[in-house]
């Protein structure tokens, strides 16, 4: 038996570094964004290797930074450790990385959701993505719960005339 939840502008499925980041961009633009995930408890996991940085992950990360997001910050407050990678190389290898504490990197973003006007953090398995005329219009999840999407055609003429 499914209901319905809320109605939401978008869902975001998944808690990991880039719902994260896509969950707040949303918000911040004032859209109503659900972000649904598994577990509130492994939000921001970081299950094998607790760096940020390097020289691919760390130039997402600078990326990320300069859009206004938050994983950068977030590793900032919880580092352990810093280390600047491929010195021995010339300076355009140079890359910092540093180490988090695992679960307070997850306290920390966990808390930038909770907090964050227009996000609701919810617990669920998504089961189900709803659509509608050929544009999505929800998420069901396992409990029957449904986020409705504000449904967009599928079909977006562009500013330009364009259609896309």
């Known amino acids: 038996m499914r209901f319905l939840a809320d109605t939401v502008d978008l869902c975001v499925i998944g808690a990991g570094h880039a719902g994260i980041e896509a969950a707040l961009a949303a918000a911040r633009l004032s859209c109503k964004v659900a972000l649904i995930t598994l577990n509130l408890d492994s939000v921001g996991n970081m299950p094998c290797n607790p760096c940020i940085g390097g020289t691919a992950k760390g130039q997402l990360v600078r990326e990320i930074d300069a859009l206004g997001g938050e994983m950068g910050k977030a590793a900032d407050e919880t580092t352990l450790q810093f280390r600047m990678l491929g010195r021995g190389k010339g300076p355009a290898l140079h890359s910092p990385r540093v180490q988090s504490d695992r679960r307070r990197y997850q306290e920390t973003m966990k808390r930038r959701l909770e907090r964050q006007e227009n996000l609701l953090l919810r617990q669920g398995e998504a089961v189900e993505i709803l659509t509608e005329e050929g544009a999505v219009s929800g998420v069901a999840l396992r409990t029957g719960a449904v986020f409705a ?8 003429t562009m500013s330009n005339g364009f259609e896309r």
């Open 149 to 156: 999407c504000r449904i967009r055609s599928a079909r977006t």
